[in-house]
């Protein structure tokens, strides 16, 4: 079954390297897709069993909403014995220009926190200005994050699981222009505030555990800020719940004691997206099969610690379900995975995901990756705002010694 699922991971790279060949007449054809039976979502089925009065439909209709908002309040089990996690999430989409010729903008705030002491308060964006000749990219996070590490290298024993205790404070931001159709380029800057960095027990030293001498001594602060410099290919027109199109992201980061940095230190991020429908263009119900691959290396050795590439550790943490965030750590990753998605009722309102990934890091010695963790799993949709199109996604993965689920408002990719 593993051999199995290497293969179809494996078509998923050759399938992402083929990104930029996507069809823009696709494209342009589903932002005007129609579809003979009404779409439903958690609103109207609220309206039809509670029946709140409403305003007239003149009113309505002179003063239009154009902001879809999307809540969801909920708790879940922290694995390791973190106990009770209690979070909100909200998601703001709404247009900047007109609707035929601007991609949907979306604000997500996720506050969390459970009882014993981790909290977080983060804030993304992604706005698209008219006619998506701007695009302004965010990502805002303050947090107490005690969380396990296993060291460097694909093949870390579970007997390695170490505790570390630290406040994180993360400010990305990136301004970029567009080129020519699709395409955009523009800078960025990002900053990483990792304070009072200690393992659980005082007899625990995690330079030792680790092997990594950078960003590992004991109640270290390490701070990392630097310019980025960007290339954007995005064919989509909703990043919560992409139609088929494809994404391509390059990032490139400096970091350099001129903007504060404690080290310089470089890195590339480079992510690889493509959507495939699987039924005529003139419908709006969900049968995709989305591909999705990155590679995010450091280029210094100096690199510290809690900055190195890690699995769920991606722009927007939604990479490794089915593994423990921060199982497998290096230099290097390398991560790709398949999600077939399709709708269950005509109207939109349920549907499912099946899904398989592949992680892989390389390996502290000799930079190769000898070391190969798949995990698959599957999960359920309920249409919670059909003008943002954002779902709630219930996702169940699985892997070798491992198991969790995750619930969240949009798809993971």
């Not at 398949?338 to 269950?344: D, K, N, P």
């Amino acid at each position: 079954m593993v051999k199995r699922l290497l293969l179809i991971l494996g078509l998923t790279v050759y399938a992402s390297g083929i990104v930029l060949a996507q069809d823009s007449v696709m494209v342009s054809s589903f932002r005007h897709s129609s579809d003979s039976v009404a779409q439903k979502d958690l609103i109207d089925i609220f309206k039809s069993v509670f029946k709140p009065k409403t305003k007239s439909a003149t009113v309505v209709s002179a003063n239009p909403s154009k902001v879809y908002f999307s809540f969801l309040p909920t708790a879940s089990t922290l694995p390791d014995g973190g106990g009770k996690m209690f979070l909100t999430s909200t998601t703001a989409g709404f247009y900047l220009g007109d609707k035929e010729t601007t991609n949907l903008s979306s604000v997500t705030f996720t506050p969390y926190f459970n009882l014993k002491g981790r909290f977080g308060l983060p804030l993304r964006s992604s706005i698209w200005f008219n006619n998506n000749n701007w695009f302004l990219s965010g990502d805002t996070r303050m947090m107490v994050y005690p969380q396990d590490t296993w060291g460097l290298g694909g093949n870390q024993p579970e007997e390695n699981r170490t505790r570390v205790n630290y406040k994180y404070v993360r400010f990305y931001q990136s301004l970029l222009r567009r080129i020519k159709p699709y395409f955009f380029a523009g800078i960025g800057y990002d900053l990483d505030y990792h304070m009072r960095i200690k393992a659980g027990n005082d007899d625990v030293d995690l330079q030792d555990k680790s092997g990594y001498i950078f960003g590992t001594d004991y109640g270290q602060n390490s701070f990392s800020s630097g310019m980025t410099f960007n290339l954007l290919y995005d064919t989509r027109n909703n990043s919560i719940n992409p139609l088929p199109g494809c994404y391509a992201n390059l990032v490139y980061r400096y970091n350099s004691p001129v903007l504060g940095s404690n080290r310089v230190w470089q890195s590339i991020y480079a992510d690889m997206r493509k959507y495939i429908s699987l039924t005529p263009h003139n419908t709006v119900r969900q049968n995709t099969l989305a591909l999705w691959t990155y590679y995010w290396t450091t280029l210094d050795r100096g690199t510290p610690y809690l900055s190195l590439p890690s699995i769920g550790w991606d722009f927007y943490n939604r990479s490794g379900r089915g593994v423990e965030q921060n199982r497998y750590r290096g230099q290097s990753l390398w991560y790709t995975e398949a999600e077939y998605r399709r709708s269950i009722t005509r109207n939109g309102l349920l549907g499912f995901v099946l899904f398989a990934n592949v992680t892989t890091v390389n390996e502290p010695d000799t930079r190769q990756f000898n070391y190969f963790h798949p995990a698959g799993g599957g999960g359920l949709r309920v249409k919670m705002n059909k003008k943002s199109n954002t779902n709630i996604a219930i996702d169940y993965g699985f892997s070798k010694g491992y198991s969790s689920i995750r619930l969240n408002l949009g798809e993971a990719f």
